[in-house]
């Protein structure tokens, strides 16, 4: 699995440049905080104090290289958005339809285990912000024309209007399943349980032949 870059350079749209190696892991500590403080608090829960006390820094830290806490916000979703792309080909590799699927489905559990806060955020504060929610659901939709371009090489017989309706459920399927995973602590299943990731990449599977695409 490609290891996720450390809040790329995109953060910087929403942040102070950063020319040193010392100031940019700042920096970096920052978002990272951030997101930790979101997926403890939610974003209206979380106060500039928290996060900065979580970074290990002062208040003015923080506020020196980011406006407010939105900025933090956005930095950190788009930062999501170009690790996602960057690891796009693990995204949707593999041998056979099964291992495409079964991959897709453990390595966007991966990215939601690692960007609880992020999503949580989102979520939370997506209709206030549609930058944020645009962003996210545009990696959404990037990621499932990679697994409809990926599933097609292997699926035959079938025409590709079919599939590219069937591809476009099937990354709904899996956020719905893991949104709530990361919202609701007292969901029947945990995105950090290996079988639950199994149960939902079976559910792609049966989902997928009952479409007629797998015998």
């Known amino acids: 699995m490609a290891t996720a870059r450390p809040f790329p350079e995109i953060a910087e749209k929403w942040a102070l440049p950063a020319q040193q190696d010392r100031s940019r892991a700042m920096r970096g500590r920052i978002l990272k905080a951030a997101e930790t403080v979101f997926a403890e608090k939610g974003y209206e829960g979380a106060r500039i104090a928290d996060i900065a006390k979580a970074a290990k820094c002062s208040v003015g830290a923080v506020y020196f290289r980011f406006k407010d806490k939105d900025a933090l916000f956005f930095a950190i979703a788009e930062s999501f958005?170009?690790?996602?792309?960057?690891?796009?080909?693990?995204?949707?590799?593999?041998?056979?339809?099964?291992?495409?699927?079964?991959?897709?489905?453990?390595?966007?559990?991966?990215?939601?285990?690692?960007?609880?806060?992020?999503?949580?955020?989102?979520?939370?504060?997506?209709?206030?912000?549609?930058?944020?929610?645009?962003?996210?659901?545009?990696?959404?939709?990037?990621?499932?024309?990679?697994?409809?371009?990926?599933?097609?090489?292997?699926?035959?017989?079938?025409?590709?209007?079919?599939?590219?309706?069937?591809?476009?459920?099937?990354?709904?399927m899996v956020y719905g399943f893991l949104i709530t995973g990361v919202l609701n602590a007292r969901a029947p299943t945990r995105i950090d349980d290996p079988r639950a990731m199994n149960e939902a990449a079976d559910a792609m599977i049966a989902y997928l032949t009952a479409k007629g695409f797998l015998a």
Do not use: C, W
């Open 81 to 172: 958005a170009e690790d996602v792309r960057g690891g796009m080909a693990d995204l949707t590799g593999g041998e056979n339809v099964e291992a495409i699927v079964r991959g897709y489905v453990s390595r966007t559990a991966a990215q939601f285990r690692a960007h609880k806060g992020m999503f949580r955020s989102v979520v939370e504060r997506g209709f206030e912000h549609p930058l944020a929610m645009t962003t996210i659901m545009g990696i959404r939709d990037e990621m499932a024309e990679a697994l409809e371009h990926s599933l097609a090489a292997r699926i035959k017989g079938r025409r590709r209007a079919d599939l590219k309706l069937a591809v476009r459920v099937l990354p709904q």
